[in-house]
T-cell receptor
Framework: GAVVSQHPSRVICKSGTSVKIECRSL??????MFWYRQFPKKSLMLMAT?????????EQGVEKDKFLINHASLTLSTLTVTSAHPEDSSFYIC????????????FGPGTRLTVT | GQNIDQPTEMTATEGAIVQINCTYQ??????LFWYQQHAGEAPTFLSY??LDGLEEKGRFSSFLSRSKGYSYLLLKELQMKDSASYLC??????????WGAGTKLIIKP
């Protein structure tokens, strides 16, 4: 089956530092990847849609200069949280859409970010 | 606007059957997904419906009525491990997924 990995699974960083999260599709090519954020007991909130080789499309209210997304290859997208603040602490989940599939999204295991 | 409605929380008994409803209003429709999400984990795919009717997959079934903007997820022979949140998501005319807030299902022995 389609597998998406995410690294790291947990990260703790200090305010003002930057954190990079990697999302990889392991056994399929993903022209489109999605980045979500989820607060406790809340649903997924789409942050941005990342297309390989082009700029990401950010949802309204998401600061593109703060949440840098790069989708350099068909199997890798990265999310960098720049100058992190405690309010950025959240569960970040990526998903990938198989280029040749039925639009099903395959989710990574998520990254728990804690900013102190 | 676009919205997905599903109950916030449901409780059921081990071994029983539960139906989780989802109603939607979206600009266009290109399919409806159900996902299961255990606390602290990412969602996992359960089903995809694009045509009207019932899709059965083991203990889980999903139903869709496009004319009514309605779907349900049916879980049979409930097990304790089915305690999770169940998310309904609709793909609109732009193939963007619109997510419901999720239904937290609590299974009691």
């Amino acid at each position: 089956g389609a597998v998406v990995s995410q690294h790291p699974s947990r990260v703790i960083c200090k305010s003002g530092t930057s954190v990079k999260i990697e999302c990889r599709s392991l056994d399929f090519q993903a022209t489109t990847m999605f980045w979500y954020r989820q607060f406790p007991k809340k649903s997924l909130m789409l942050m941005a849609t990342s297309n390989e080789g082009s700029k990401a499309t950010y949802e309204q209210g998401v600061e593109k200069d703060k949440f840098l997304i790069n989708h350099a290859s068909l199997t890798l997208s990265t999310l960098t949280v720049t100058s992190a603040h405690p309010e950025d602490s959240s569960f970040y989940i990526c998903s990938a859409r198989d280029s040749g599939d039925s639009y099903e999204q395959y989710f990574g295991p998520g990254t728990r970010l804690t900013v102190t | 606007g676009q919205n997905i409605d599903q109950p916030t929380e449901m409780t059921a008994t081990e071994g029983a059957i539960v139906q989780i409803n989802c109603t939607y209003q979206t600009s266009g429709f290109n399919g409806l997904f159900w996902y299961q999400q255990h606390a602290g984990e990412a969602p996992t795919f359960l089903s995809y419906n694009v045509l009207d009717g019932l899709e059965e997959k083991g203990r889980f079934s999903s139903f869709l009525s496009r004319s009514k903007g309605y779907s349900y997820l049916l879980l049979k022979e409930l097990q304790m491990k089915d305690s999770a949140s169940y998310l309904c998501a609709v793909m609109d005319s732009n193939y963007q997924s619109i997510w419901g807030a999720g239904t937290k299902l609590i299974i009691k022995p």
